[in-house]
């Protein structure tokens, strides 16, 4: 049974990085024809040697990446005169809207612009080409890529999330309090098992680690935004701890369920595992806000010692001869009368 356990633990982790890995090509259809159009009649769109220097322009991404637009529509400038008048028509504005596949052509550099200096060329096919300003593009677009989209949705609506768990957890309680039955809550009457402590633990630790990078080193943050990767030792330090939490969350959540299962009833565990995501996900929001305060560290480390000292006092004990729960370790069974010594 446990080999089993392993060997699904072992496959379900290579396909959630099989996954991950996986690489959009929709968006790289136009790219040569996009980049020969631009060449051959748009040679003036370049940053020239007379303009700001390169350092100016974004380093977060570059040419030939692909976004997915995310805003209700984006609106696209029409290419320059000389374009223009090489093709004998007058183009007026391009709209894409939400989920359009967007493939950066070019960036050029406007020192007149006072609103901002930074324009972006983006392309949806051959014939929807266009500029947009940086700041309107970066707040309108998502990497083409799923750990990204998975971040800015999360990041969103985390908060919305955690209410929706809050109120379905609130429900499920009233119920059982119904029923008048003891519930059972991870850190108070937790089931005979450490990994709910351990994944409540961990997730802490996750946001303790998200908090100091967005504090310390926002542009690490930045970086693995646009090219993410799900392997810890190509990453910083600071974000291969990081990384490193996120898969034990992905291991220890395996292992919360099974064990839920195990230990409970269908509606017991139901109920459990609503109670043990909203403290996973209100431990998460308050210890990613207060460790750029400094003040996370330290409540990090009285949750750890709370949630240890609060397992050992509340571990069940059994007999190793009938399997019945026992008061302290070295007790007799009170049901087939063995000794048991630990």
Same mark, same amino acid.
């Given at each position: 049974? %446990?080999?089993?356990?392993?060997?699904?633990?072992?496959?379900?982790?290579?396909?959630?990085?099989?996954?991950?890995?996986?690489?959009? +090509?929709?968006?790289?259809?136009?790219?040569?024809?996009?980049?020969?159009?631009?060449?051959?009649?748009?040679?003036?769109?370049?940053?020239? *040697?007379?303009?700001?220097? *390169?350092?100016?322009?974004?380093?977060?991404?570059?040419?030939?990446?692909?976004?997915?637009?995310?805003?209700?529509?984006?609106?696209?400038?029409?290419?320059?005169?000389? !374009?223009?008048?090489?093709?004998?028509?007058?183009?007026?504005?391009?709209?894409?809207?939400?989920?359009?596949?967007?493939?950066?052509?070019?960036?050029?550099?406007? #020192?007149?612009?006072?609103?901002?200096?930074?324009?972006?060329?983006?392309?949806?096919?051959?014939?929807?080409?266009?500029?947009?300003?940086?700041?309107?593009?970066?707040?309108?677009?998502? *990497?083409?890529? =799923?750990?990204?989209?998975?971040?800015?949705?999360?990041?969103?609506?985390?908060?919305?999330?955690?209410?929706?768990?809050?109120?379905?957890?609130?429900?499920?309680?009233?119920?059982?309090?119904?029923? !008048? %039955?003891?519930?059972?809550?991870?850190?108070?009457?937790?089931?005979?098992? *450490?990994?709910?402590?351990?994944?409540?633990? +961990?997730?802490?630790?996750?946001?303790?680690?998200?908090?100091?990078?967005?504090?310390?080193? #926002?542009?690490?943050?930045?970086?693995?935004?646009?090219?993410?990767?799900?392997?810890?030792?190509?990453? =910083?330090?600071?974000?291969?701890?990081?990384?490193?939490?996120?898969?034990?969350?992905?291991?220890?959540?395996?292992?919360?369920?099974?064990?839920?299962?195990?230990?409970?009833?269908?509606?017991?565990?139901?109920?459990?595992?609503?109670?043990?995501?909203?403290?996973?996900?209100?431990?998460?929001?308050?210890?990613?806000?207060?460790?750029?305060?400094?003040?996370?560290?330290?409540?990090?480390?009285?949750?750890?010692?709370?949630? +240890?000292?609060?397992?050992?006092?509340?571990?069940?004990?059994?007999?190793?001869?009938?399997?019945?729960?026992?008061?302290? #370790?070295?007790?007799?069974?009170?049901?087939?009368?063995? %000794?048991?010594?630990?």
């Amino acid at each position: 049974m %446990k080999q089993s356990r392993i060997v699904f633990l072992l496959f379900f982790c290579l396909s959630i990085l099989l996954a991950a890995c996986q690489k959009s +090509v929709g968006g790289f259809e136009c790219q040569d024809d996009v980049r020969r159009l631009d060449d051959s009649v748009l040679v003036t769109d370049s940053v020239s *040697p007379n303009e700001p220097e *390169p350092q100016m322009l974004s380093q977060c991404y570059d040419i030939n990446d692909n976004f997915v637009v995310v805003t209700d529509s984006l609106y696209l400038e029409p290419d320059s005169l000389e !374009r223009n008048a090489l093709m004998g028509r007058i183009d007026t504005a391009h709209v894409v809207f939400r989920g359009d596949l967007l493939v950066v052509a070019d960036r050029s550099i406007n #020192p007149q612009d006072s609103i901002d200096s930074v324009w972006v060329k983006v392309a949806r096919d051959q014939y929807t080409i266009g500029w947009v300003r940086e700041s309107v593009f970066l707040s309108s677009i998502v *990497p083409d890529a =799923p750990i990204s989209q998975f971040i800015h949705y999360f990041s969103n609506f985390n908060r919305v999330f955690f209410l929706l768990l809050f109120v379905l957890a609130v429900l499920a309680f009233l119920y059982r309090l119904s029923k !008048r %039955k003891q519930l059972t809550v991870v850190h108070f009457n937790d089931i005979d098992s *450490p990994y709910p402590m351990l994944l409540c633990i +961990v997730v802490s630790g996750a946001a303790v680690f998200y908090g100091s990078i967005q504090h310390f080193s #926002p542009e690490t943050w930045v970086q693995f935004y646009y090219y993410p990767t799900l392997n810890p030792f190509i990453l =910083p330090l600071g974000m291969a701890c990081f990384i490193a939490c996120v898969w034990l969350v992905i291991l220890l959540s395996v292992a919360v369920i099974d064990e839920v299962f195990r230990c409970l009833l269908l509606v017991d565990a139901l109920t459990y595992l609503l109670s043990l995501s909203c403290i996973c996900m209100l431990c998460y929001i308050f210890f990613s806000l207060s460790t750029p305060y400094y003040v996370g560290y330290v409540c990090f480390l009285m949750y750890v010692v709370f949630a +240890v000292i609060r397992y050992r006092r509340s571990r069940h004990y059994h007999c190793g001869v009938c399997g019945a729960e026992l008061l302290s #370790p070295n007790s007799k069974c009170p049901k087939c009368g063995a %000794k048991n010594v630990r």
